[in-house]
Nanobody, 131 residues
């Protein structure tokens, strides 16, 4: 099983980036997958999640209205469209899943449970937003 993020980079405040998370090495098709981020000196936090079962999503309050998650099931790829980026969005962004939970529970993804529990993580993509 492999998850690989791409699309990170350096952007000015107010700009946009689209992250991709490409999955390979598995045949599961009923799971939720989340995006997380970790800023320097801070704990890793949940950003967004999408369910492959019915495409329902969850988005953290700090990015709601600016970030949009989507999925291309034919490519096993999840996207995170990030608009109106702010310096505080600077972080390493990760995708993660367990291939078991089909739903995006806000309680699970918004706290520390998912970060400690999910077994499959990508290596991360650096996003830097300059002011």
């Amino acid at each position: 099983v492999q998850l690989v993020e791409s699309g990170g980079g350096l952007v000015q405040a107010g700009g946009s980036l689209r992250l991709s998370c490409a999955g390979s090495g598995f045949t599961f098709d009923d799971y939720a997958i989340g995006w997380f981020r970790q800023a320097p000196g801070k704990e890793r936090e949940g950003v967004s999640c999408i369910s492959r079962r019915d495409s329902t999503t969850w988005v953290a309050a700090s990015v709601k209205g600016r970030f949009t998650i989507s999925m291309d099931n034919t490519k096993n790829t999840v996207y995170l469209q990030m608009n109106n980026l702010k310096p505080e969005d600077t972080a390493i962004y990760y995708c993660a899943t367990d291939f078991r939970r089909p739903w995006c529970s806000p309680h699970y993804y918004n706290g520390t449970v998912a970060v400690a529990d999910l077994p499959f993580w990508g290596p991360g993509a650096q996003v830097t937003v300059s002011s």
